[in-house]
């Protein structure tokens, strides 16, 4: 494979599988809540307070301004998404749409003021995960970690919630206070995922995976199981697609993903069949 033909190609692969592997378990969360959107909403906060950073000239010169600037933002956004679950009047994920809508068009009216912001949005959506330096995998591997842990150690309480949020909430739970957490603790990855992999991709990583393990096999355990497995080898064969055709990493890792979970819902389906 030619992906074992290039050391920067490894780098990419390495922190690909990072991000899928920790972003298919929130995502677990995420499409079991019902709340699909909240990743692309999340990420494009982010991004929003890239825009701003880079509109304050924290660019590419000042990266870690930028990086707490777009920390700020999502952890802002956090908390928003955790106040949602209070306005019984709204669905929440009409609240979310509404929200990725808003940093969408604030992001692009803020770039339009730059002379690169054309270029700029494009790395947002898209990313830039082939010309990551090695470096940032230490970077990657601590946030991966450290959203891991936090996910383990509160794993009772938040899988009670998403599992049945009546039953939790008639427990005793704050469900608030432990929302905010899922979400902060996903906003933390995600902050660094954007910068890396791109809006779309991270959206990918996220959520086909979980939507994928779903379709195809039954119990919590062995879709987070699954979950990891697609999507290694969607990562292996998107990276490896991207090189032979010469394509954006991002886009041909999306659209393995894609063709993955059409054949994990036409195997299930001839097996029932």
Request: aromatic residues 10%.
């Amino acid at each position: 494979m030619m992906i074992f033909e290039y050391h920067f190609v490894l780098t990419a692969l390495a922190l690909c599988l990072m991000l899928a592997g920790i972003l298919s378990v929130f995502g677990h969360h995420v499409v079991r809540r019902g709340v699909i959107f909240v990743d692309l909403a999340l990420a494009q906060v982010a991004a929003l307070g890239a825009s701003v950073g880079i509109l304050l000239g924290y660019g590419e010169d000042a990266p870690v301004r930028n990086f707490l600037l777009s920390l700020t933002f999502t952890l802002a956004g956090a908390a928003l998404f955790s106040w949602f679950r209070t306005r019984q009047r709204a669905p929440i994920e009409a609240l979310i749409g509404i929200t990725y809508a808003a940093a969408m068009a604030v992001s692009l009216l803020l770039l339009e003021r730059s002379a690169t912001g054309s270029e700029e949005l494009k790395e947002m959506l898209v990313g830039s995960i082939l010309t990551v330096p090695p470096g940032q995998l230490y970077g990657a591997a601590f946030l991966c970690a450290l959203t891991g842990l936090v996910l383990w150690l509160a794993r009772g309480p938040l899988f009670r919630i998403t599992d049945d949020p009546a039953a939790a909430s008639a427990s005793g739970l704050r469900l608030g206070a432990w929302d905010f957490l899922f979400y902060a603790a996903f906003g933390v990855l995600v902050t660094f995922a954007v910068k890396a992999a791109g809006v779309l991709l991270v959206f990918a990583f996220l959520i086909v995976p979980s939507l994928a393990s779903i379709m195809a096999v039954n119990g919590t355990r062995a879709r987070l199981l699954f979950g990891g497995g697609f999507a290694f080898i969607g990562c292996l064969l998107g990276m490896e697609a991207s090189l032979r055709f010469d394509v954006s990493a991002g886009p041909a890792i999306v659209a393995v993903f894609v063709a993955l979970l059409v054949l994990s819902g036409s195997i299930k389906s001839i097996f029932k069949g």
